[in-house]
């Protein structure tokens, strides 16, 4: 028999959900997700990333992120369960929507996947800085490591970097091992420390640093080794589940299918992590794995063993999820 859980409480007992009313445990993959682009090739140069999620259910509506016809909502109802936002460069969006639009579809409880790269607007590093992450404020900025890069006949300045440092999560990577460590080329990110709902996904390993490869360094570098994360994620208290990723290339069809060999491995994988990676969180994302289920939920009265039509504000309680 799964374990009850038994809360005592002091005062009335207020019967409102405690689960997501967004999405359906039953029927997870019934969602309707925006994708915002700055350039529709997107669509085709990251075509596998969306076809794992089309061939998981979900309904996809591209469109430009200036737009002049851009809406979450109308009539007050909003219009999407989720969004993917690979605009990076976009300083401005079309129709109504705008920071204050993006946050607001957050604290609705709806998701959000945001990918950066060297383009990133002030916009986007707004809205990345009010889910608890802050991207590193040197433009010119790249993740370099000089020990866990890729081997590449293209990519001399070694910001080609491989991570396999993911974290130890069943619930939010699943089940499966990790095949092969994940490509990634872009900027850093910290983590807000007075946000406590912002965790690492896929960090960097301590040789790296954050710095412009085409400038000399003049000042030790702001973000340095494993205090820098490439990937992140967060779960709202209202069960709205963002993901922040530095690199808009990780969801690349070019990285998922590319070869992979870490300077100085005698290892050689024929294909890269980045598929299984960010398929996976993804299932965690759009709430396609993680969460609690409560069946046979009880209350009563201390004492008694019946539920009562109704409570009074000083009743005290017995509640029972099992």
């Keep these: 028999m799964a374990p009850s859980i038994r809360l005592i409480t002091l005062s009335i007992l207020f019967l409102s959900p405690i689960f997501s009313l967004g999405f359906s445990p039953e029927s997870p993959t019934d969602r309707h997700i925006l994708v915002l682009v700055d350039d529709l090739a997107i669509k085709s140069s990251h075509s596998i990333f969306f076809k794992t999620l089309t061939d998981r259910g979900f309904d996809l509506d591209f469109k430009l992120a200036h737009d002049p016809k851009l809406a979450l909502q109308r009539y007050g109802q909003y219009l999407y369960d989720g969004l993917i936002l690979f605009a990076p460069s976009v300083d401005n969006l079309g129709g109504s929507l705008d920071l204050s639009a993006i ?15 060297t383009t990133t607007s002030d916009l986007i590093r707004d809205i990345a800085a009010d889910c608890g992450v802050d991207f590193d404020e040197d433009l ?23 991570s396999d440092d993911v974290i130890d999560s069943k619930v939010i ?7 092969a460590p994940v490509l990634f080329r872009g900027i850093a990110h910290s983590l807000n420390p007075a946000n406590s709902l912002v965790l690492k996904v896929l960090s960097a390993s301590p040789s790296a640093y954050s710095a412009n490869p085409k400038a000399d360094l003049s000042s030790p570098p702001a973000l340095i080794g494993s205090s820098i994360s490439l990937v992140s994620v967060v779960q709202a208290r209202n069960n709205a589940r963002v993901l922040i990723s530095g690199s808009l290339d990780l969801f690349s069809n070019k990285f998922f299918k590319s070869p992979v060999k870490k300077f100085g491995s005698s290892v050689e994988h024929a294909k890269s992590g980045n598929e299984q990676f960010v398929s996976e969180l993804s299932k965690w994302v759009f709430h396609e794995r993680g969460h609690l289920k409560a069946v046979n939920v009880q209350h009563q009265k201390v004492g008694e063993t019946f539920e009562p039509a109704m409570y009074r504000i000083t009743d005290h309680l017995v509640g029972i999820l099992r």
């Design 103 to 117: 946050l607001d579809f957050v604290d609705s409880g709806h998701d959000l996947i945001l990918a950066a790269d």
């Design 173 to 179: 990577l699943g089940e499966k091992k990790l095949e």
């Design 140 to 162: 010119g900025a790249l993740v370099i490591d000089h020990t866990s890069y890729a081997v590449s006949k293209t990519d001399s300045d070694h910001t080609l970097i491989v």
